[in-house]
């Protein structure tokens, strides 16, 4: 490909920058990641994501990409090689469908579950993240959301595969289990297994610590 | 085209159920309007949405695609034409960013700017709505958010056009006016005189009417 410059701004243990990160693996994009400090934020990503000033965003040859997922379809369109999305138009809309119930319906549940102080609020967060991932189990047919191999639903679900384990740990929280939705557990197993996933995943350790240093700040200020 | 059976489950009145309206007569596909009561809903809803219970629901040949924005890119995609999104990737990208932004940022704020009662929410989400039209005013460069035909954004942005106007006069708001933001609002009367949108766009009076014994009915419990 002729001069192709491809940026990436975002922070190490973000699910969302870890979906772009892993569309850019699996289509061989050379990038550079650009590490940012959203506590206080660069000129370069006020300039490049002015509306929400957020992470991630895709600077490819000066042009910025926003949203995460629409990234993802971006890189998918943008660049050969493995696709991210199903080529039949009626399975494209499902995979954006399940990709957006992702987004909707598990990450504010989930993450409410975990730092949110009041009991019953916490409840009502657990009750939904755990009806979203019956919807999931329900769903999932075969290995992967995309079949025999992984394709957008999976990405979008990174969350569930290395967030929602580690978050469930520090709050001591059953969310996700074995007995309740053993398919999802296996998928977890498997997508882990994959070596674009294996090498798009940040490390363990520090973001466990980030965040249960997270959640004992919230504990302590409750009191 | 060879038997084509497409049904669209929908409700007059409803902004996303319009999207879907416009894109299909776009596209020229014939389709048989199915009127949902959506306080008593229907079998054959539930059976095709059964996740979120929600109009509008696109079923071709059987298949049903759910979501707005989903069914419209879907519409683009399985039938010939003119083209709803743009061809070039980038630009296919910022267009479903403007339209998601669209979808998160105006129609929550604009609908609590005029059905809540307490006067600090409703103003706290009119300046939401302010913000998000000014966004929006800065971003409008040409005829259309599509550039000189309407496109996938414009689509998605019809409930700026025909809604708001009509719930800001229910409510004696001044959410979209000439003065604030006189591109939008340009852009609105462009918008609506199209034959296309035209035709797709429900009764204003029947449509008002709701709206204001709505409003009614929401401020004499209130009271």
Not at chain 2, 54 to 70: A, F, Q, R
Request: some cysteine; glycine content about 4%; aromatic content about 12%.
């Amino acid at each position: 490909m002729a001069q192709e410059n491809v940026k990436l701004l975002g922070v190490l243990g973000s699910p969302f920058v870890c979906r772009v990160q892993i569309a850019l693996k699996l289509k061989g994009v050379e990038y550079e990641f650009v590490a940012q400090d959203l506590q206080n934020k660069s000129e370069e990503l006020l300039k490049y994501n002015p509306i929400h000033k957020k992470v991630p965003v895709l600077v490819h040859n000066e042009k910025p990409i926003n949203e995460s997922l629409v990234i993802v379809e971006y890189i998918d369109e943008a660049w050969k090689g493995k696709s991210i999305l199903p080529t039949d138009p009626y399975q494209r809309a499902l995979a954006r469908f399940w990709a957006k119930f992702i987004d909707d319906k598990v990450f504010g549940a989930a993450w409410k579950s975990i730092f949110t102080i009041d009991e019953n609020e916490r409840e009502k967060n657990v009750k939904e993240a755990q009806k979203a991932f019956q919807f999931l189990e329900d769903e999932l047919k075969g290995k992967f959301f995309g079949g025999e191999k992984f394709g957008f639903v999976d990405i979008a679900a990174v969350y569930i595969t290395f967030w929602i384990p580690m978050l469930q740990e520090i709050a001591g929280l059953e969310l996700l289990t074995n007995e309740k939705f053993p398919k999802l557990c296996k998928w977890n197993q498997e997508f882990l297994s994959e070596p674009t996933i294996k090498e798009s995943l940040p490390p363990r350790d520090p973001i466990f610590a980030f965040f249960k240093g997270l959640y004992e700040k919230i504990r302590a200020s409750a009191k | 085209m060879a038997e084509e059976d497409v049904k669209l489950l929908g409700v007059l009145g409803s902004p996303f159920v319009c999207r879907v309206q416009i894109a299909l007569k776009l596209k020229g596909v014939e389709y048989q309007f199915v009127p949902q009561d959506l306080q008593n809903k229907s079998e054959e809803l539930l059976k095709y949405n059964p996740i979120h219970k929600k109009v509008p629901v696109l079923v071709h040949n059987e298949k049903p695609i759910n979501e707005s924005l989903i069914i419209v890119e879907y519409i683009d995609e399985a039938w010939k034409g003119k083209s709803i999104l743009p061809a070039d990737p980038y630009q296919r990208a910022l267009a479903r960013f403007w339209a998601k932004f669209i979808d998160d940022k105006v129609f929550i704020a604009a609908w609590k700017s005029v059905f809540t009662v307490d006067k600090n929410e409703r103003e706290k989400n009119v300046e939401e709505v302010h913000e998000a039209f000014q966004i929006l005013e800065d971003e409008l460069k040409g005829k259309f958010f599509g550039g000189e035909e309407f496109g996938f954004v414009d689509i998605a942005a019809v409930n700026i056009a025909f809604w708001v106007p009509l719930i800001q006069e229910v409510a004696g708001l001044q959410l979209l006016t000439n003065e604030k933001f006189p591109k939008l609002y340009k852009w609105s009367q462009e918008f609506m005189n199209q034959p296309t949108i035209k035709e797709c766009l429900p009764p204003r009076d029947p449509i008002f009417g709701f709206f204001k014994s709505r409003y009614e009915n929401l401020l004499a419990s209130a009271n």
